[in-house]
């Protein structure tokens, strides 16, 4: 899974690989948090964090797709429609 960012030293300098935040969403108890993440190959991949909870009772499930991208937007979008359909699925 995807962490927020991850920075490692490489030769005296920092080099950092970030995942993209996009637009969260707020359903009910859940935050649907997309995140993207650019590729060597220049694709994007998509995961999605989907958080319940306050406090020490926070709950933070993170799932990590196999389709890549060829846009941010389209894996931002893609995560989004999993995440809100998993949300969607517990509700019903």
């Known amino acids: 899974m995807f962490s927020f960012s ?5 030769e005296g ?3 950092l690989s970030m995942n993209t ?6 359903v009910g108890k859940y935050l649907v948090s997309p995140l993207t993440k650019r590729l060597d190959d ?4 998509a995961s999605v964090s989907i958080r319940s909870g306050r406090g020490s009772g926070t709950h933070d ?4 797709f196999t389709p890549l991208f060829c846009c941010n937007a389209s894996a931002a979008t893609y995560a989004t429609e999993q995440g ?3 949300v969607h699925g517990r509700a019903s």
Do not use: I, K, P
């Open 61 to 64: 499930r993170v799932m990590r």
């Open 13 to 15: 300098r920092d080099a």
């Open 84 to 86: 809100l359909s998993w």
């Open 42 to 45: 220049g694709r994007y991949a």
């Open 6 to 10: 991850n920075r490692v030293r490489t």
């Open 21 to 26: 935040m996009n637009h969260n969403v707020a």
